[in-house]
């Protein structure tokens, strides 16, 4: 579906500016209660196309966004992986990189490989010094996988996420930070 040279390759993947011909086939493939456990459940049409409308904005804003993820060896789509401009108070305007793929695309490794070429294309193609990500407390897949990047737990940005109420179990979310590698080398 690559429409001109991707955003990033890797041995496996190839991440693309994701297009509104791909929205129907993400909803399909990760609207399932397993996929979004995490995120309030599974949700009505209008919810995926306002994520796509945002992230469609910050690919022309910003020149990054949430891109698809497809498997080279089939081209099939797997999910989306990329940044987003922080909506949070606590990293308002920074760098947030996540991810989201279909259930059976989990456990294989691709998370990590996407969201690795994600974190390099931000040292190359931007002048961040760090990249943030947020999770739910719960979710122990997304932060063990945030620290097999080399991100950090920021315990003093933990915070309770404005769209669930007080004691809502979704409500405990937890910070992560990566900082700008160091260059090595003259």
Known sequence: M????????????????W???????????????????????VAGPEVFRGLFERTSLSQRENGFSFWSVRRREDDALLGICGFKRGTLDHILGEMEIGW??????WGQGYAREAAGACLDWAWRNT?????????????RASWGLMERLGMRRRPDMD?????????HPLRPHITYEVERPARTGG
């Open 2 to 17: 690559s429409h001109s040279a991707p955003i990033a390759e890797t041995p496996r993947l190839r991440l693309d500016v």
């Open 19 to 41: 297009t509104a011909a791909e929205l129907p086939e993400f909803v399909r493939l990760t609207n399932t209660p397993a996929g979004m456990r995490y995120l309030g459940g």
């Open 100 to 105: 989201r793929l279909r259930e059976d695309a």
């Open 159 to 167: 915070f309770g996420h404005p769209n669930f109420p007080d004691g």
């Open 127 to 139: 002048g961040c010094a760090r990249v943030f990500a947020v999770t739910v407390l719960a979710n």
